[in-house]
């Protein structure tokens, strides 16, 4: 082979490597980002349609996500976290936790430059936080027990007070029992993650043994709704006892559906199209590309859908819509002339 030959060889070789390193699919794979999403527990359908939600709307918008599952302890989810800010990921989400336990791990990233986005709590080093409405779920808990009880009865409940928004469930719960005098707690508990059905159960038994004249129930988180109610027909005490919970989860819905089920009623999130707002919002922040402009050019805090489900007292559901000014006067005063 001549020297000229050999010369335009290299040269083609060269613009060849030049013309691929510029290609769009080698510039997607320099440009992809990556998103760390930490779980707290993976357990339940709350938790599994959140990732859902989250993967499948990131992936889709060409993001790597990389997922962690701290099987319900706080200490592996922060350790989790800290090793996304080692490996210095684009941006990360805290996908439910026990909110206090997360503060300081926050301040990390934002001590790093990374955003952050959780779901279920609200935290100083973050630059958006999404949930459901928690303090009217709580409510609507406390509003379907009053009215079962026509203001007056024996109360358990059982909770989980270290996640921020169960806590928040319970506070709004109680503050609505507080208005009614003749209402009495007897009882709360606390029920976590290992084995949340079974001790619902047990513990709701045991309360029934007791109290015999028990009236209602309120399990602010799903799992425990379900031993709740269960422990409730197993005792035979259907038609005295009524059980409010919340989330959504395929076994309550499908406890609901059982004739032989107590009046039940859960406040139900919708967790799949949080896991799409948290992404959303997970990469608005990343695209504006700066964590203190991001802080202010997010919302704070976005609720996500919420629904009200059971077997009993669907009616007394609280009703929320959403008007902007015009539509208020054109609905509720139509019949005086607008001002504006």
Known sequence: MSRKVKMCTLVLCAALLLVCSFSPIALHAQKQKVIGVAHWWIGNDWNIYLWKGISETLEAKGYKVLQFNAQGISTNQVAGLENFITRKVDGAIIA????????????????AKIPL???????????????????????????????QLH????????????????????????LVLKEFPD?????????GGNEPIENAKNITKATIRAHPDLKGIIATWGLPGVGAAQGVMEMGKQKQISVATCDSDRPIVELMADPKAPPFMTYGQ???????????????AIQIGDVAKAKESLPVLTFGPTLFIGNAGLEEASIVE???AEEAWAKMYSDQKRPW
């Open 96 to 111: 439910g936790g026990e909110g206090q336990s997360m503060r300081d791990v926050s301040l990390k990233f934002d001590k």
């Open 117 to 147: 986005v959780a779901v279920d709590m609200v935290l100083p080093g973050g630059v958006a936080f999404t949930a459901s409405n928690n303090w009217e779920g709580g409510a609507k808990m406390g509003m379907f027990i009053v009215n």
């Open 151 to 174: 203001g007056k009865g024996k109360v358990l409940i059982l909770n989980l007070p270290s996640w921020d928004t169960i806590r928040q469930r319970a506070e709004a719960a109680q």
């Open 183 to 191: 209402i009495k707690v007897v009882a709360e508990h606390e029920v």
């Open 270 to 284: 919708d967790s799949l199209s949080l896991g799409k707002i948290a992404a959303d919002l997970i990469d608005r």
């Open 322 to 324: 959403i008007w902007t």
